[in-house]
């Protein structure tokens, strides 16, 4: 049932040329330069220090380090992180 | 994202939280709804976040379920400005009547214009606006509408056909439209028109009195043409004679024309000379090499600084030479005459009057001597002769009462 579901949403993609962020359910991120930060379709909040936020998605994490980080702006689904920020990477759900 | 009216208009406060689960209270706050921002960590059992008042009394719940304490470290807001401003109350009253001072002041009417006046003076018109209450310090709410105001000076001013009222800030400027007003007629006493000059009459035309000559008569000076007694011996009047006479009146004029004529031209060569002037002493600083010109004319501007008699010793001034050319010119015979013949009809016209005319030209004497042509021009030009003379009044003819009465 599962795959079928996913099946079904990669032609979506195909076929309507619907963005992918809106029908696979993965984040889509807006950076401006080191300083700023968007996050959309995040899960909620695990980790947050100075140094590294780490964000649950869909299907795994999203971590972001940097320097002298702040959340500007949260809602349910959105981030706004403004700092120095020095990497993202992505944790697949094992 | 954020909407900064709000944060500012309902008050906000930075919460500082103790407790490990700290991420977990985030969570829990967005979830809810709460409205958090600036969030950042100073440690790892330490974090703060920016919260508006009204959430913070829905935050208490979540920190008892996280183990966490909070903290107000700082405010900002409209509410939190009230209070402080509560505790200056003198300075906030003061600013208050300030304001409200500023606003009662341009209410009220501080200057009056008055354009557009010719004959009516200003005052006259600023006695009509007080009437309808437009005057220094009026208040702008107790006047009228201006169309109102217009209508009701136009009514209390008969002299002029049309006033506008316009009102800007304390300023109320009235603009007065005058009506024409036609002069009156002049009162004539009664007169003659009498001959200026010896001359055969052209035309005649009387439009009061008697006409007393006919057309190519001959007139001496101070013989009247049109009578200003009318009526025959039995029953007369007197009238301000009026009308326009004119006569042809002969002229001679001598001319000297020279046949060699000098005159100066500017070339249009120009040199500034710039000195200094130190009491009555002048040194040439500029240029250092003048051009040489034969004939030049000079104008001359000074400068020396000074405040009402007193003035510095030491000027400058600008001396501008514009170089002149002597240019001379023959005149054959023909051309002189020619010459001549203007400036004779020239001074002629000036002696005549403006509308007189010149009815025949005829040279009477040509002569060459000396370099010089000597011409005389006999004219005869029609010109106004009329002169007005006032009838003397003399003690009434003892007839003339009653014929007035019979008639």
Known sequence: MKRWSRRLRHLAVGVLDLPQDVVLEVPRITM????????????????FSEKELRLLLTNGQLIVRGEQLVIRAILPEEVLLEGKIGGVKFVEKS | MRNLMREWYEGHITVTIRGKRFERLVNLAVREGIHIWNISRSGSGQGQFDILIRDYYRLRPLLRETGCKSHVTSRGGFPFWLIRIRRRAGFAVGAFLFLFGM????????????????????????????????????????????????????????????????IEGTKVTIQVVEKEVQEPAKQLGPRHLIAKKKAVIHRVEAEAGK????????????????????????????????????????????????????????????????????GSYAVQLWPLQTIPFEKYEASETRVQ???????????????????????????????????????????????????????????????????????????????????????????????????????
């Open chain 2, 211 to 278: 006409s007393m000559v006919q057309v190519n008569q001959f007139v001496d000076k101070g013989q009247v043409l049109i009578s200003g007694v009318i009526g025959n011996d039995t029953r007369q009047g007197l009238v301000a004679a009026k009308g326009k006479v004119e006569g042809e009146v002969w002229y001679v004029s001598n001319v000297s024309v020279p046949l060699n004529r000098k005159s100066s031209h500017l070339t249009g060569q120009k040199q500034d000379l710039f000195y200094l002037v130190v």
């Open chain 1, 32 to 47: 401006i330069g080191q300083l700023q930060m968007y996050i959309e379709n995040h899960r909620g909040v695990l980790h």
């Open chain 2, 305 to 407: 600084l000074g405040y009402s008699q007193y003035s510095l010793p030491v000027g400058w001034k600008k001396v501008s030479l514009y170089e002149q050319e002597d240019r001379s010119k023959s005149l054959t015979q023909e051309e002189a005459i020619a010459l001549g013949k203007q400036f004779a009809r020239q001074d002629i016209l000036s002696k005549a009057g403006k509308e007189a005319v010149i009815k025949d030209e005829k040279v009477l004497h040509v002569k060459t001597e000396n370099g010089k042509v000597y011409l005389s021009i006999h004219y005869a030009v029609i010109e106004d002769i009329a002169l007005e003379q006032p009838i003397v009044a003399l003690p009434p003819a003892p007839g003339q009462n009653t014929s007035d009465k019979a008639n």
């Open chain 2, 103 to 166: 606003y009662m002041l341009s209410t009220f009417v501080w200057t009056i214009e008055v354009q557009g006046t010719v004959r009516l003076t200003p005052g006259q018109v600023e006695q009509v606006a007080e009437k309808v209450g437009i005057k220094q310090g009026a208040w702008k709410v107790k006047l009228k509408e201006p169309q109102i105001l217009q209508k009701e000076m136009t009514a209390l001013l008969p002299e002029a056909s049309w006033i506008g009222v316009h």
